[in-house]
């Protein structure tokens, strides 16, 4: 059974846009083509599609989707290297909450600094600090 | 001097490379900490550290490789750092 792309938009709930783009990136390649030249996909492309948004939601970038795809296609993976992908995702979102915790430490010291509101712009402690 | 390996278990690349870096490292530094951390039980300690891949290598505290390093580049940090210490 083959889907065109219309069909498998909706039953992913993505637009064909999209898909278009996973297999510019990639990620999805069209089973096969009509005698029109349309794209038609074969019934995996769906759970494929729904993979590819979840690991997305998760924060995956698309070349480490295609990283987790290609292991999940591999004979020779198995779950701990799944495992590693998303521990080494895990430690990269963690370093970015500490710098933007850092970033928001930051802010509320400039904030606190600014006790009066009608200053005007030359006297601002927030536009002195961020110029030095 | 401390050099520390973080890695998960279960990864192969780990073990294949862990016995000969940490044989160099003691060779050249007979007086270092050389400690393997499982991130699985230490994911805030390698945090810390900024380790962002794994395996990773940090000297002193600081991430120093983000993949192993042969023994060859592991001798020439260590001797780059004990140099700087010096």
């Known amino acids: ?132 | 001097m401390k050099v520390e390996l973080f890695y998960t278990p279960g990864c192969e690349k780990c073990a294949d490379g862990k016995d000969a870096l940490r044989a160099t490292a003691l060779e050249l530094v007979p007086d270092l900490v050389w400690r393997e951390v499982n991130v699985l039980e230490e994911i805030d300690y390698a945090v810390e550290v900024g380790v962002l891949t794994l395996p990773s290598i940090a000297i002193d505290g600081e991430v120093a490789f983000s993949s192993l390093p042969t023994c060859r580049q592991l001798r020439r940090e260590l001797i780059r750092r004990n140099g700087k210490g010096a």
Request: with cysteine; charged share 35%; hydrophobic share 40%.
């Open chain 1, 1 to 132: 059974m083959t889907l065109t792309i219309g069909k498998i938009a909706s039953l992913s709930d993505v637009t064909a846009d999209t898909l278009r783009y996973y297999e510019r990136e990639g990620l999805l390649r069209p089973a096969a083509k009509s005698e029109g030249g349309y794209r038609l996909y074969d019934r995996y492309t769906v759970r494929r599609v729904r993979f590819i948004k979840e690991a997305q939601h998760c924060g995956f970038t698309l070349a480490e989707i295609r990283q987790l795809l290609a292991l999940r296609a591999s004979d020779a993976a198995c779950c701990r290297d799944v495992r590693r992908v998303a521990l080494e995702k895990k430690l990269q979102l963690e370093a970015k909450i500490k710098a933007m915790l850092a970033m928001s430490k930051a802010l509320d010291r400039l904030i606190k600094e600014c006790t009066k509101e009608n200053r005007s712009l030359d006297d601002c402690p927030i536009l002195a600090a961020l110029e030095k």
